[in-house]
């Protein structure tokens, strides 16, 4: 990757804010400023930060503050002590207390926790529709002073990015799609879907994959009109239905067709990409399983269908998938035994599986 060039942004400049009780051994001077590289973002794009004309070895505090979809606020901290030029680089700089303890650019932004709440049994789920970009506020702060403030917006939508719904009565399928800049060449493209919580819960996914140039389809399979009610004699054929459907848009390119499964969806995306090879051409999938387990609420029953027949219950073989299979699982999983079921599916796979990844 060549050079980083970003623009760094001044913040806010300092002001007398440490009383004359401190001078002579104050922490900031007249030039403390709070940078950000970024006002406007997309969400999953890196944001750099710095903190610049602190006392050599001075310590500073700095915060981050979101409000989730729900409105609650949810908090991320860290303190540093500033090297010999008076600067502190988050991007290497390593905090010496805070909701993180190694040097992460970012780490203002995923380790923030909630006001009250288990930080361990909530998740952030920001604001997700294009008119409702979310921001959140870095503050620095030092000898209890604010010195510094700064709010980035982070936004799902890239400039010319557009968006459709998708409805069952017209569409046979429930979902959006999401297509970038119209271009002369057709690009790769990702059908999305989120587990068990129902509804179209991928649809800042499938925003951002197009803002990054390929075009995707957030699906919904049950819990939305004209679809079923719960996790539970889901046909495969529908998730077909929707590839092919992404596969007709003149963006996109039909021999790269790749599946994007989350939790319980991660079946369905690897039971497609073993059952329907000539049309998906790998897969993604996100804390997953590597077999196929029932419905819900009735356990008895089947989750998945194909042409009529429940698919069993079992291990998914991953024997005819013509592509690659990334597995993407976290080892602090404590809902289910995702990175073993990433490895599992390594070992499931045949040489017909073009280089299946485990990450966890």
């Not at 009383?19 to 973002?41: F, I, K, M, N, P």
């Not at 040097?103 to 998740?123: A, C, E, I, K």
């Not at 976290?330 to 490895?343: E, I, M, R, V």
């Amino acid at each position: 990757m060549g050079e980083r060039t970003a623009r760094w942004i001044c913040a806010v400049a300092a002001t007398a804010l440490i009383g004359a009780g401190t001078s002579g051994c104050s922490d900031l001077d007249s030039h403390a400023l709070l940078e950000v590289d970024a006002r406007v973002a997309l969400a999953d794009q890196a944001v750099h930060m710095r903190v610049s004309g602190l006392s050599p070895g001075g310590e500073v505090t700095v915060t981050s503050r979101a409000v989730d979809r729900k409105g609650m606020p949810w908090h991320g901290q860290a303190t540093f002590r500033a090297d010999r030029h008076g600067l502190v680089t988050l991007d290497t700089a390593t905090p010496t207390s805070g909701t993180y303890r190694r040097p992460d650019g970012m780490g203002l932004f995923w380790s923030m926790v909630p006001r009250t709440g288990d930080p361990d049994h909530t998740s952030f789920v920001p604001p997700a529709s294009r008119h409702h970009a979310y921001d959140v506020t870095l503050t620095a702060t030092a000898h209890g002073h604010r010195f510094a403030s700064r709010t980035v917006t982070r936004e799902w939508f890239a400039t010319g990015v557009t968006g459709r719904r998708l409805v069952v009565a017209s569409d046979k399928v429930s979902g959006s799609l999401y297509l970038p800049n119209p271009g002369t060449v057709r690009h790769p493209a990702v059908l999305v879907f989120g587990g068990s919580e129902g509804g179209n819960s991928s649809e800042t996914a499938a925003a951002l994959l197009a803002s990054h140039g390929y075009p995707a389809l957030a699906l919904g399979y049950f819990d939305l009109p004209g679809l079923p009610h719960s996790l539970e004699n889901i046909p495969l054929e529908y998730f077909a239905t929707a590839a092919r459907l992404l596969a007709a848009q003149p963006e996109v390119d039909p021999r790269r067709i790749l599946v994007m499964g989350y939790s319980r969806g991660s079946e369905a995306a690897l039971l497609l990409a073993d059952d329907y090879p000539g049309l998906v051409h790998g897969a993604v999938v996100y804390s997953p399983s590597a077999q196929v387990n029932g419905g819900i609420p009735l356990y008895s029953t089947a989750a998945w269908t194909k042409d009529g027949e429940p698919v069993a219950d079992g291990l998914i073989p991953l024997n005819h998938v013509s592509g690659p299979v990334m597995a993407i699982a976290g080892s602090d999983d404590h809902l289910w035994t995702s990175t073993l079921w990433a490895q599992r599916s390594s070992r499931n796979s045949t040489p017909a599986a073009t280089g299946i990844r485990t990450t966890h």
